[in-house]
Every structure is written in C-alpha cells, then in structure tokens.
C-alpha cells in the first residue's frame, strides 16, 4: 500500500483546509485509516481514525467538533476536513492504513503504511 498526502498549506487562523490521502492497492476498503500530525519538537500524535467501512470515527480531543475524518472506498481516499484552525494545530500531517484492526487506533505503532506528510501551518 502507498499513500500520498496532499492539501496542506498556509492559513489564517479561523481558517479551513481539507487534506487529502490517496492509496494505491486493491483493497482500501479493508484497511482502517487513521491522521496523525506532529508539531517541530513535539512526538507524532492521534487525531483521527475512521474504520474500514467508514461508520465509525473518532478523534483527539483537541480537534473534536473542528475536524472530520471521512472516506471514499471507490475512490480510494480519505479525507481530514480541518475547520476552525488554530496556531496550534501547525504540524506536518500524515495518513496511515492499519491492516489489523476494523477501527484503526489512536496508537501510531499500529499501522502498517504511511504517507509522507504535508505541512499545514496556521498563522495567528
């Protein structure tokens, strides 16, 4: 599986953006998949996971009610709308795939694949 990330870019605060994650393979549809960020200095940390059939999502809860996880299986996509932006959501955001598990994790150590990243910074 290959995933490419794409969609960040600099915005005001209060501002939206949507990221985007496309895979390669033939069966996204069984992986669950997950958006983590990680902040200059900080560790990578859980934002939002969304299952392998795209009813269950769940989020951190520093982006809960601002951010929304979804998934498009046909088109092999998943996407992070991203509302409400603030300085401290700057980070660089990646995409992951877990093979394992329906509901994914809020665990980084649990997926098998991931994007490169795309910077998303919010300026005050």
């Known amino acids: 599986v290959q995933l490419q990330a794409s969609g960040g870019e600099l915005v005001q605060a209060g501002g939206s953006l949507r990221l985007s994650c496309a895979a390669s393979?033939?069966?996204?549809?069984?992986?669950?998949m997950g958006w983590f960020r990680q902040a200059p200095g900080k560790e990578r940390e859980f934002v939002a996971a969304?299952?392998?059939?795209?009813?269950?999502?769940y989020y951190a809860d520093s982006v809960k009610g601002r951010f929304t996880i979804s998934r498009d299986n046909a088109k092999k996509m998943v996407y992070l709308q991203m509302n409400s932006l603030k300085p401290e959501d700057t980070a660089v955001y990646y995409c992951?795939?877990?093979?394992?598990?329906?509901?994914?994790?809020?665990?980084?150590?649990?997926?098998?694949?991931w994007g490169q990243g795309t910077l998303v910074t919010v300026s005050s």
């Open positions: 969304i299952s392998r059939s795209g009813i269950v999502t």
């Open positions: 393979g033939r069966t996204f549809s069984n992986y669950a």
């Open positions: 992951a795939a877990d093979t394992d598990r329906t509901y994914g994790s809020r665990s980084d150590h649990e997926y098998d694949y």
